[in-house]
C-alpha cells in the first residue's frame, strides 16, 4: 500500500500557480483597474481562500467606488494551462499554471441622492458632514464612505466615545438608480483615562515617559492621543537601540475607564 500514498503524496506536494485572469462582465470603466490588480496575481499559487479574499478585498472594492454598490461575482473557475513545448523526457516537476475567469455581475451604478444623522446627541449633523466626501448627484462611492465613516469614529473616540458606531443603511431605488443613505450613530458612553503601566523600562525612563503622558486619571480619555504619543516616546529612549512597542489598550465597561499598558523589548540593531 506504500505506493499509493506516494501518489497521494506527489499531488498533494503540487504547486498551482495563477497565470491568467479575466473578467467578462466588467465595464470599460473598471476593466483596465480589474486587470491591474489581476496583474499582481500572476504566479502566486491558486487556492481557494485567496481567491475569496482577491474578490472581497480588491475586486468588488474597485466596482463599488465606481457606484456599483450591488456588484457581485462567483468564485472563478481555474482552468489548467497545456504548456505548448511539453518534452515527456523533462521529469522537472514544474507547477501546474491556472487560468482564471471572474465572472462579474456589476448592477447597475448608483448616484448619492441625499443623506441623514440620528443618534447624533453630543456632535452636530453639521460637524460631521464636512468629514464625509460625498457629494449629491456623484457616483456613491462606498469604499470612501468607509474610510470617511472611520474618520467620523476617531473624532468620538477622541472626545471619549471610545465604543461609538456608525451604521450606513443604505435606501436604494432602483428605478431610478440612486441611493440614499441613514448614518445612525451609536455614541456609547464617555471613557475616562484609568491607569497607564509601562514595562520593559527601567525606573528613570519610566518615569520620563509617565511625565510625557499627558492624560491625567480621571481625564475624558482621546483615543486618538496614543498615535501621538508613541513617536514623542521613542525621543526619549535611548538612540542606539532598536525600541518595540506592544500597546494594549482595555476599555472597562463597568468603570467607564480605559487602562492603557505599553510593553516595550529592546533588540540590539541589525
Not at 464636512?130 to 467620523?152: C, E, F, I, S, Y
Request: proline share 7%.
Amino acid at each position: 500500500g506504500g505506493h499509493l500514498e506516494s501518489i497521494v503524496y506527489n499531488v498533494a506536494g503540487v504547486s498551482i500557480r495563477i497565470h491568467h485572469a479575466e473578467f467578462p462582465g466588467a465595464g470599460p470603466g473598471e476593466l483596465p483597474l480589474l486587470q491591474a490588480a489581476a496583474a499582481k496575481l500572476t504566479d502566486l499559487e491558486y487556492s481557494r481562500e485567496f481567491m475569496h479574499d482577491f474578490i472581497e478585498h480588491t475586486l468588488l472594492p474597485i466596482l463599488r467606488e465606481h457606484g456599483y454598490l450591488r456588484a457581485s461575482c462567483a468564485a472563478p473557475q481555474p482552468k489548467v494551462v497545456t504548456p505548448s513545448t511539453s518534452d515527456p523526457n523533462d521529469k522537472s516537476t514544474k507547477p501546474t499554471l491556472v487560468d482564471l475567469t471572474f465572472p462579474v455581475i456589476p448592477g447597475l451604478p448608483y448616484k448619492l441622492t441625499r443623506w441623514d444623522w440620528s443618534g447624533n446627541t453630543t456632535i452636530p449633523s453639521g460637524t460631521l458632514d464636512p468629514l464625509l466626501h460625498l457629494k449629491a448627484g456623484q457616483t456613491a462611492n462606498t469604499v470612501q464612505l468607509d474610510n470617511d465613516l472611520r474618520a467620523v469614529q476617531e473624532l468620538y473616540g477622541s472626545r471619549g466615545n471610545v465604543l461609538a458606531t456608525i451604521k450606513a443603511d443604505a435606501e436604494f431605488d432602483n428605478g431610478a438608480a440612486t441611493v440614499a443613505f441613514h448614518f445612525v450613530v451609536n455614541e456609547g458612553p464617555v471613557f475616562h483615562m484609568g491607569e497607564l503601566e509601562f514595562r520593559g523600562l527601567d525606573n528613570n525612563y519610566t518615569a520620563r515617559l509617565r511625565a510625557t503622558w499627558k492624560l491625567r486619571p480621571g481625564d475624558v480619555y482621546d483615543a486618538t492621543y496614543l498615535k501621538q504619543f508613541l513617536p514623542q516616546a521613542r525621543k526619549l529612549l535611548p538612540a542606539a537601540l532598536d525600541w518595540d512597542v506592544a500597546t494594549h489598550v482595555t476599555a472597562l465597561a463597568g468603570s467607564k475607564t480605559v487602562d492603557v499598558d505599553l510593553q516595550y523589548t529592546a533588540k540590539a540593531p541589525q
